[in-house]
């Protein structure tokens, strides 16, 4: 039986331009990095590490635990690794497993094949071994082994969550374009939010962000909410682990202020949705949710805070000469309207964003599936300090 205590490398994976965000995350888990790359953070861990970065990490994919780096230039080399470790004290004989890959290499023609090479060297192993073998098929809900094939360099891994961690496992109702939990949970925390002020989303759609920030706020981690993770199908698996991490998990969420998450939205189904959403995640009852135009959105003197918007940037939804008007209208709602805050607005339109009309503080580069997009922030001055305009926003969007 593999032992869930032996350390190994650990490659948490994510999205383009969220390894800054992640590798944070991993370090408040108290974990050292090793190296940050461009959609992962590598570390070193045991599989009982992996639960906890399973349980807690927002903005990640899958975390992967090496199993065997080795040295292959062709699918038979591939084999003849693969074949050598001992599956059979690491996958049940009457159990579930697939393989996924990452391969670029010239050593084989197709990811596919890759794979099926993985897979036949497990299924022969076991058999091998055990006189039978575990099933084996695309859906990620059993075991899951995990291909990185670069150049001749290959290396197999546990691949430990499964089904992407990018799914929160709340969102049972997704509205139109909404935004991954990942991707809203990386946004707001790159924000300037303390967690305590006001945070006020107008544009709230199925309510994501909100959602997110309700739950950074209550320290609430996705592991609430998801049952199944690839490690649960491991030979060696014993539930007293994970179950002492989930008891940990539900102790440290903390109560958050009412007051401080306003989400509006003028579709009454979107809030509908959103509100549904909220309560599957545990956070109803903070929220303040109304339907109306943004402009009517009540923005707290108390305690300045963020306004973030995620609009439509005429790629899914609207067309881009209508937004124009929406993107000056946001510009002048955040200018006269939100003094004291900070602004957000995350599209992936650079021609609206110019329409903002407001000099950007930052502008942070992230992804929507393969779309580029960028988190604008805007300082909003109060009362004498009058606010720069300027017409050059999201020019090198
Ligand atoms: C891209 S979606 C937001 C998606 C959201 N972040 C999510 O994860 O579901 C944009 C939302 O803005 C809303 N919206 C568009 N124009 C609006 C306006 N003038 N006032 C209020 N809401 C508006 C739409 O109804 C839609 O729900």
Not at 10 to 36: D, M, N, P, R, W
Not at 37 to 50: A, I, R
Not at 132 to 157: K, M, N, T
Request: aromatic share 10%; net charge negative.
């Amino acid at each position: 039986m593999i032992s869930f205590n032996t350390s190994s490398t650990v490659v948490v994976t994510c999205f383009k331009h969220f390894a800054s965000v992640l590798s944070k995350e991993i370090a408040a888990l108290g974990y050292g990095i090793q190296e940050t790359f461009g959609t992962g953070v590598v570390l070193h861990g045991s599989l009982n590490d992996c639960i906890r970065l399973n349980l807690h990490l927002r903005c990640a994919v899958q975390v992967l635990y090496s199993l065997k780096q080795f040295n292959s230039q062709s699918a038979d080399e591939l084999y003849k690794n693969v074949y050598a470790i001992n599956w059979e004290e690491i996958l049940p004989v009457d159990g579930y497993f697939s393989v996924t890959g990452t391969v670029f290499t010239e050593c084989i023609k197709n990811t596919m094949f890759a794979n099926l090479k993985v897979k036949d060297a497990i299924a022969d192993k076991i058999r091998d071994r055990k006189q039978s073998r575990p099933d084996c098929g695309a859906e990620l809900s059993g075991a899951v082994v995990h291909l990185y094939w670069q150049e001749d360099e290959a290396e197999i891994f546990l691949d430990t969550s499964g089904e992407s961690l990018s799914k929160h496992g709340y969102r049972k109702h997704p509205g139109s374009a909404p935004m991954l939990e990942a991707l809203a949970a990386a946004t707001v925390i790159t924000a300037n939010w303390d967690r305590k002020s006001p945070f006020i989303n107008p544009m709230c759609g199925s309510g994501t962000l909100i959602i997110e920030a309700a739950l950074l706020a209550t320290h609430t981690p996705p592991g609430v909410f998801r049952m199944n993770y690839a490690f649960m199908h491991l030979l060696g698996y014993t539930s007293e682990y994970y179950d002492a991490e989930k008891v940990k998990l539900e102790q440290q969420i903390i109560p958050a202020d009412r007051q401080i998450f306003v989400a509006t939205d003028h579709d009454p189904k979107a809030i509908d949705i959103a509100k549904k959403n909220a309560i599957a995640a545990g956070v109803y009852d903070l929220i303040q949710f109304s339907v109306c135009d943004f402009e009517a959105t009540a923005i707290p003197e108390d305690g300045k805070g963020i306004v973030f918007f995620n609009p439509e940037y005429g790629e899914r939804l609207g067309d881009e000469r209508e937004l124009e008007a929406v993107y000056e209208r946001m510009g002048n709602f955040l200018k006269h309207r939100c003094g004291g805050y900070f602004g957000y607005i995350f599209t992936a339109n650079p021609n609206l964003a110019k329409k903002i009309g407001l000099k950007t503080k930052r502008k942070i580069p992230f992804y929507s599936g393969k779309l580029e997009c960028r988190l604008l922030e805007f300082e909003l001055y109060d009362g004498s300090r009058k606010m720069k305009s300027d017409s050059t926003t999201g020019d090198k969007l």
